[in-house]
């Protein structure tokens, strides 16, 4: 049976595709972004002990004033090490496959997109890249630390025997949680760059981003404390305004190189992408 999805795409001049092909698109894709995962996967199950290593190493080196070690990681089954290990390959694939699986993402798009507006997804998936990294690696580098901290507050005397599955578990979901949540800045400025999403309307609308940051580090932590949950708030926060002040950027450079921009258009007809 033959594949007739670029046979057609060519016929079609507008590029369209059917809701079959569509689906296979969506396949096809998919299926790429797991054997991605997959592969990686193996590199985190081949290089596990590093990634605990650093990852336990803040709190394992939390000791009281004589010097001696009060912190302890140790898991409470027989079969958690394992678990974990598995767990561990699994978190790591995903952020070795991150370019693979963000491109899909946005490959998935791309039939639907005008060709300036191709451009514009393209030139933010090689920011996203590094974004994630940059959310992942603070929160692998930072968190453990935090968590170290709050440990040294144990009285001499007293030792602190923590859950290593629930730890190990705590932090990489925080890296995984912290990379996602830096692709806002690119999410918001791509919105604003084809006019769907101008900066005074962002502006407006920083109350109800804050209510919705919020409410996603609450589902992304599984840690309930609250504090967890501001850890994240806080940074991704602090990227919104960020997104809002290179909107205004953005917006009062096409204002300069077009200003008849919004001039003869209705209520309902959408700004031209410029």
Not at 13 to 20: K, N, Q
Not at 49 to 68: K, L, N, T
Not at 182 to 208: E, H, S, T, Y
Not at 247 to 271: C, H, I, M, Q, W
Request: net charge positive.
């Amino acid at each position: 049976m033959t594949r007739p999805t670029r046979a057609r795409r060519a016929k079609d001049p507008e590029g369209r595709m059917s809701l079959g092909e569509h689906f296979r698109e969506l396949r096809n894709r998919l299926t790429i972004s797991v054997i991605a995962v997959l592969a990686g996967a193996v590199v985190g199950w081949i290089f596990y002990e590093p990634v605990i290593d650093f990852i336990s190493a803040p709190v394992e080196a939390v000791r009281d004033s004589e010097g001696d070690r009060i912190v302890s990681l140790n898991f409470a089954g027989v079969t958690d090490a394992f678990g974990m290990q598995v767990k561990v390959a699994f978190f790591v694939g995903i952020a070795l496959a991150s370019p693979v699986w963000l491109w899909q993402v946005w490959a998935f798009l791309l039939p639907g997109l005008t060709r300036p507006e191709r451009r514009i997804a393209l030139s933010y998936f090689c920011v996203s890249i590094p974004l994630f990294f940059a959310g992942a690696s603070l929160a692998g580098f930072t968190f453990p630390r935090l968590y170290a901290i709050l440990l040294e507050f144990a009285p001499d005397g007293f030792s602190n025997i923590q859950n290593a599955s629930a730890y190990l578990t705590l932090v990489l979901y925080f890296c995984l949680a912290f990379g996602l949540a830096f692709l806002l800045p690119v999410v918001l400025i791509a919105l604003n760059q084809i006019g769907i999403l101008p900066a005074p309307l962002m502006l407006k609308g920083w109350r109800v981003t804050l209510f919705g940051i919020l409410v996603f580090s609450a589902f992304m932590t599984p840690d309930p404390n609250a504090v967890s949950m501001l850890l994240m708030a806080a940074p991704v926060f602090a990227l919104y305004w960020c997104a809002v002040a290179f909107a205004f950027v953005l917006d009062r450079r096409r204002a300069k190189k077009n200003p008849g921009r919004y001039a003869g258009l209705s209520p309902d007809e959408a700004t031209p992408l410029t």
